[in-house]
């Protein structure tokens, strides 16, 4: 049985924000690659706006879906946190979209859609924003105009380059971004032309959804309700479904027997709920059960913020909260159209079967059996 604590993979520090002036927290961040998941594409990270300012420039993924969650820096405070984020998105960077959100909310731009500057209007606290990728990303469109007034496309398949050092590419220190004169009127004036060319066509409305609030029965020790998003039953063309549990005492969630999601890959985000000072803010010891079969399960434990990151046919038991000192946000993400299922393992008359939900289909399970579940449901 191989050592499935390579599973776990704990938020790495930076120094990239250095230069941001104070305007943004450390980041936290996990992207997958082929080292990890094969053939699954998914990243996300935390960022927090902590002053009145903007995010990015127009642009375009050339293959991927670009998700921003907006809520506030307290994540123990899901529902009631005060903020305000402008967010542009459309057909050109000269006249683009703008949506107001003042509530939890989700915002896509899919492939090949114009999306930002993102107004970080009101700042009470910090405005965190998880940045979602879904699908592979090899470089940016950038819009620019030139002298004769004409909107240009500029493919940009290494990304922005260093201001200072041409040759190596921006990795985001801040140093040519934040302005150590700003101030939230100079940030008003720089978006005073987006407003004033502001598209009313309403293309992209269903582009910006408030996060449903979730009323579950997992216990007291997570935060009631939670907020949930349902993918395509909640935004149309989405990819994913992911949910914020925030757990306040120790607990245990989920069965001792264990389950597998087939072929769909799964990424539990481990972190703690006041994302200004993300690192700090992590105090728990969290045991997840994982096994190559269910009859090979191990524990894999850690006290510090990151994401299990598990491949299609693994199978997982109970995720438990040995030692809380901190509230922690529990975020289970699937990045993937495909109907989720689960599978267990029964053992009648002495014989191993599969069992999907509550209906024994299989004896004498082969490899082939998880595939055969998909296609047969």
Request: include cysteine.
């Amino acid at each position: 049985m191989s050592d499935l604590n390579n599973l776990f993979h704990p938020f790495v520090q930076t120094h990239f924000k250095d230069h941001w002036l104070d305007f943004t927290s450390p980041r936290m961040e996990f992207y997958n690659n082929n080292n990890i998941i094969p053939d699954v594409s998914f990243g996300a990270g935390f960022l927090v706006a902590k002053k009145v300012c903007t995010m990015d420039i127009p642009h375009i993924h050339d293959g991927a879906f670009n998700f921003f969650v907006f809520t506030g820096a307290d994540l123990s405070n899901f529902f009631d946190s005060e903020f305000e984020v402008d967010y542009c998105i459309g057909d050109s960077a000269e006249s683009m979209e703008i949506y107001n959100i003042t509530k939890p909310s989700i915002a896509c731009a899919p492939p090949g859609v114009i999306h930002t500057p993102i107004y970080y209007k009101t700042v009470v606290g910090g405005v965190n924003t998880m940045m979602e990728y879904v699908g592979h990303a090899v470089g940016r469109v950038f819009s620019r105009n030139y002298e004769d007034g004409n909107e240009v496309l500029v493919y940009s398949k290494e990304g922005k380059k260093c201001v200072e050092d041409p040759s190596i590419r921006c990795y985001g220190c801040g140093k040519c971004f934040s302005d150590p004169e700003s101030t939230p009127e100079k940030v008003a004036e720089y978006m005073e032309t987006f407003y004033k060319n502001k598209s009313a066509a309403g293309k992209y409305k269903d582009c910006v959804v408030e996060l449903r609030k979730d009323y579950h029965t997992l216990g007291d020790a997570v935060m009631n309700p939670r907020c949930v998003f349902k993918g395509k039953e909640d935004m149309p063309n989405t990819v994913q479904q992911f949910s914020y549990n925030i757990i306040t005492a120790p607990c245990k969630l989920g069965d001792d027997e264990p389950i597998s999601n087939g072929t769909i890959a799964e990424f539990l985000w481990f972190s703690g709920t006041d994302v200004v000072d993300p690192w700090n803010a992590f105090d728990a010891e969290i045991e997840v059960m994982l096994g190559e079969d269910p009859d090979s399960m191990q524990a894999v434990t850690f006290d510090k913020p990151g994401v299990i990151a598990i491949p299609p046919g693994t199978w997982r038991g109970a995720v438990t909260v040995k030692r809380l000192g901190k509230p922690v946000c529990f975020i289970p993400y699937y990045p993937s159209e495909k109907p989720r299922y689960k599978l267990t393992q029964k053992i009648v008359d002495g014989k191993k079967l599969l069992v999907y939900d509550d209906e024994t289909t299989i004896t004498n399970p082969t490899a082939g059996d998880e595939l055969y579940f998909q296609i047969k449901r």
